[in-house]
Nanobody, 130 residues
């Protein structure tokens, strides 16, 4: 339990698109807050989006930071136990290491406060050039 493995990071051109993946090891009968955060060297880690769900449920509540609203989409594939982040209209300022943390099972309201997320992966590097 607790393992998260991010993938999909690489170098991209501004204006392009990519999809990050996060393989998760969870008890799918529980509800979790699952999120994407990003961090650049020397900067604070920033919450990008979260998804609150019983992982095998059809519906999930989602929320996006204003900086990515309309460009990024968080989603899940319950058959693959995988969380995704679709990133469109890439900008150089999207260059960061991206992480997909999750909380313990919870019925609490999700937020983008990193202290609420107890399990973190190693991250995947996204580089966007102009």
């Amino acid at each position: 339990q607790g393992q998260l493995l991010e993938s999909g990071g690489d170098s991209f051109q501004a204006g392009g698109s990519l999809r990050l993946s996060c393989a998760v090891a969870i008890d799918v009968s529980n509800r979790y807050c699952m999120a994407w955060f990003r961090q650049a060297p020397g900067k604070e880690r920033e919450g990008v989006a979260f998804l609150y769900t019983n992982f095998h449920a059809q519906l999930a509540a989602t929320y996006y930071h204003d900086s990515v609203k309309g460009r990024f989409t968080i989603s899940k594939d319950p058959d693959k136990n995988t969380l995704y982040l679709r990133m469109n209209h890439l900008k150089p300022e999207d260059t960061d290491i991206y992480y997909c943390p999750r909380t313990d099972p919870t019925y609490d309201r999700c937020t983008l406060e990193q202290g609420k997320y107890n399990y973190w992966g190693q991250g995947t590097q996204v580089t966007v050039s102009s």
